[in-house]
């Protein structure tokens, strides 16, 4: 899961990307917004996300000093900005900054989407880089660092999923299991796939669908509640990801449960 924060003056544009995100982008979530660039610049460092898309022109503080500033922390977030088509200028220095995404407005739901994976291509890029050079530094310490164990040796993917089995409901990617398990990113995801015939977003999907299932039919917890509680911040993904794997909307689920 990518954590993406929204920057906008404009609410109408803020709640037009959530829903767009949520509608299209089951891989992201959105975990915060703000409406200039003070604001925006307080809420990344504290809540350091994957992805930040601002617009470039606000109030107070424009997007791109707060993207300057942030740069000067140290921040390793990705940015996306947003500009009309008479602020090409403004677009450019962004690059300068480092910036190598941008939409124009008005969004459309396809631009924004393969501009975000677009983007999520470049941080996996990135992980796996580091993690390559962090097992490089190991084996050059004499330290031992398999990226590829023997199965026979370990278990390694038995131990992934009693991990996510534990904690399903925790923001925790691909590259995080990677990172913990010690091993290359394009490799886990091939050996996952090869020893439990599903890809990792479709076997975290069915564990927390699972529990939902639990929860609707023996709590009396809201619709929303229970989707938060297995990870599912946006109510209307959590309930196109139940009505895919289920076969029916949540309410319907708990309904045909009551009848028992």
């Known amino acids: 899961m990518y954590n993406i924060i929204l920057v906008d003056d404009e609410m109408g544009i803020i709640e037009g990307l959530k829903v767009i995100i949520g509608a299209y982008l089951p891989e992201c979530r959105v975990i915060g917004s703000a409406n200039d660039g003070t604001e925006g610049y307080r809420l990344i460092l504290q809540q350091c996300p994957d992805i930040v898309i601002t617009d470039i022109r606000m109030l107070e503080r424009d997007g791109l000093e707060m993207i300057e500033s942030l740069t000067a922390k140290g921040v390793s977030a990705k940015f996306i900005i947003l500009s009309g088509y008479s602020e090409f200028e403004y677009a450019r220095k962004g690059m300068q900054l480092g910036v190598k995404s941008y939409l124009t407005k008005p969004i459309e739901e396809t631009e924004l989407q393969q501009c975000v994976r677009k983007v999520i291509r470049e941080i996996e890029t990135a992980r796996t880089?580091?993690?390559?050079?962090?097992?490089?530094?190991?084996?050059?310490?004499?330290?031992?660092?398999?990226?590829?164990?023997?199965?026979?040796?370990?278990?390694?993917?038995?131990?992934?999923?009693?991990?996510?089995?534990?904690n399903y409901d925790q923001n925790v990617s691909l590259a995080d299991l990677s990172s913990r398990f010690y091993l290359h990113l394009n490799y886990l995801s091939s050996l996952f796939k090869e020893k439990t015939g599903q890809t990792y977003l479709?076997?975290?999907?069915?564990?927390?669908?699972?529990?939902?299932?639990?929860?609707?039919?023996?709590?009396?917890?809201?619709?929303?509640?229970?989707?938060?509680?297995?990870?599912?911040y946006d109510t209307t993904h959590f309930s196109k990801v139940f009505e895919k794997i289920a076969g029916c909307k949540p309410s319907e689920y708990r309904r045909m449960q009551q009848k028992r």
């Not at 490089?136 to 310490?141: G, R």
């Not at 990226?147 to 040796?153: A, I, M, R, T």
């Not at 975290?204 to 609707?216: H, N």
């Open 129 to 166: 880089q580091e993690e390559l050079k962090r097992t490089d530094a190991l084996t050059s310490s004499g330290q031992t660092a398999d990226p590829e164990p023997d199965p026979k040796k370990r278990d390694v993917i038995a131990e992934i999923k009693q991990y996510l089995i534990e």
């Open 202 to 232: 479709e076997y975290v999907s069915m564990i927390r669908i699972e529990k939902a299932k639990q929860l609707l039919a023996d709590s009396e917890l809201k619709i929303y509640e229970v989707g938060q509680k297995v990870g599912y």
